[in-house]
């Protein structure tokens, strides 16, 4: 069964400074991976995704993630973090290995806070 | 599009009783997905639809829990016989095309059992 893992619970960084959110993830076949932001009172938000092709996606709020078949990872990242950016980020996985009707899978997620 | 509408946003039952939840996805969006959010913990999936068929069920689905999708327009899901644990978030979302589009999520249904 396909999972996803966040390791950190929280991530802090400072206005300004670059950020990361990591994840990796288990598949038994091809992974879509996908990333969610959950601000308070907010339903979880579509940021960016990888299906195929280039491993560097792009995302809304200049956000992107890099995509690494050898480390099965994803992380989110962001050159400048700004204050705005702090919210509860999930990272997802379906796996495209069997019949493909399989759910998409969360990881726990992770808060950042950026700090000014 | 209005996006994801879930009704009603807050539910607070009393153990035993039963509460029945509804999800109006986006217009034309053939998938809809149920998934349920403690605190601490991302969403877990429930079940899916693709249009009217109900195509996946998660083992976190007992028998108390039971969805719909009539005519493959909005959604119900109900929960029968409350129990303290069946507390959290209520998570609709719903996608079209194929399975690699991404899911829209609407506010949730906030459920609390006392």
């Known amino acids: 069964a396909q999972s996803v893992a966040q390791p950190e619970d929280q991530v802090n960084v400072a206005e300004g400074n670059p950020l990361t959110v990591k994840c990796t993830y288990s598949v038994s076949g091809n992974p879509y991976l996908f990333w969610y932001v959950q601000y308070p009172n907010r339903g979880l938000q579509f940021l960016l995704k990888y299906i195929t092709g280039d491993n560097l996606v792009k995302g809304s709020y200049g956000f992107e993630a890099e995509f690494n078949k050898s480390q099965t990872s994803f992380h989110l990242k962001k050159p400048s973090a700004l204050v705005s950016d702090s919210a509860l980020y999930f990272c997802a996985v379906r796996d495209m290995g069997n019949s493909g009707n399989t759910p998409l899978v969360f990881g726990k997620g992770t808060r950042l806070s950026v700090i000014a | 599009d209005t996006g994801v509408s879930q009704d009603p946003r807050h539910k607070i039952t009393k153990r035993g009783q039963n509460v029945t939840f509804r999800c109006d996805p986006i217009s034309e969006h053939n998938r809809l997905y149920w998934y349920r959010q403690t605190l601490g913990q991302g969403p877990e999936f429930l079940t899916y639809f693709q249009n009217e068929a109900q195509l996946e069920k998660s083992r976190l689905l007992s028998d108390r829990f039971s969805a719909e999708r009539p005519k493959g327009s909005f959604s119900t899901l109900e929960i029968q016989r409350t129990e303290q644990g069946d507390s959290a978030m209520y998570l609709c979302?719903?996608?079209?095309?194929?399975?690699?589009?991404?899911?829209?999520f609407g506010q949730g249904t906030r459920l609390t059992v006392v």
């Open positions: 979302a719903s996608s079209s095309g194929g399975l690699d589009t991404e899911a829209f």
